[in-house]
């Protein structure tokens, strides 16, 4: 089934703020060289690297950081790549999403499931690698129109 696509709304976009500036406080805390700076996706690698060392555990603390991360990430695609924050919606479930170029190969991503993945794999330093395939798949599709 085809995910309802709805536009962000106010109190989404909030939140996403929210999780905008955790991200920041996520950052002094394990890559506090970079603190303050410009939140790019190598310090995010970087920040993401050291906090899997620490072999978090916690429930609450593992989805507020995959959180955070996926929202830095999707703000990326949404700054730079074209996309949208959106909610979509299937049978099942209600997802934060970055959607575009409707009617010209409806692209749909899930940063945070992006994120989660990488963590269920115990990935580190492939978030940059992550944005610059986004970014390549986009550029192979449009190369096509």
């Not at 190598?42 to 690297?49: E, G, R, S």
């Not at 692209?107 to 992550?130: D, H, W």
């Not at 550029?139 to 129109?145: E, K, S």
Request: proline share 3%; no cysteine.
């Amino acid at each position: 089934m085809t995910p309802k696509i709805v536009k962000a709304n106010e109190e989404e976009i909030a939140w996403i703020n929210m999780k905008l500036e955790a991200a920041g406080l996520f950052i002094k805390t394990f890559s506090p060289d970079d603190a303050g700076k410009e939140i790019t996706l190598t310090i995010l690698d970087k920040a993401f690297t050291a906090w899997m060392a620490t072999d978090p555990t916690d429930v609450q603390q593992i989805n507020e950081v995959l959180d955070n991360v996926g929202i830095v990430l999707g703000q990326k695609i949404v700054d730079n790549l074209g996309l949208n924050w959106v909610t979509a919606k299937d049978q099942n479930d209600v997802d934060l999403a970055v959607f575009g170029y409707p009617n010209k190969g409806d692209i749909l991503f899930y940063p945070v499931k992006l994120i989660a993945q990488g963590f269920e794999r115990k990935e580190t330093n492939f978030i940059e690698n992550l944005y610059i395939n986004i970014d390549q798949q986009l550029l192979a599709l449009f190369t096509r129109f």
